[in-house]
């Protein structure tokens, strides 16, 4: 496999320790090309789960609320 590079656009967003980072790629990825990505990113952002959604093209942080809900921490 190629080396796998990953362009990071997060501009002004903030993930804290806790938080789920859902990251969003337009490309079609195999099962070891999305586990790499995830590991590589989990590395430089401890405590954060990250959650890989291929063939999308967003990036958003949340985070469930006391009651459960979602707090939209991306603006």
């Known amino acids: 496999m190629g080396e796998l590079k990953i362009a990071w656009e997060l501009g002004a967003t903030v993930v804290r320790p806790g938080q789920t980072l859902v990251v969003c790629s337009p490309h079609r990825l195999s099962a070891m090309q999305a586990d790499e990505i995830k590991q590589r990113i989990a590395a430089r952002l ?17 985070e469930a609320d006391d009651d459960g809900s979602t707090v939209d921490t991306s603006s």
């Open 46 to 62: 401890p405590g954060v789960e990250v959650c890989l959604l291929p063939e999308v093209s967003q990036v958003l942080v949340y």
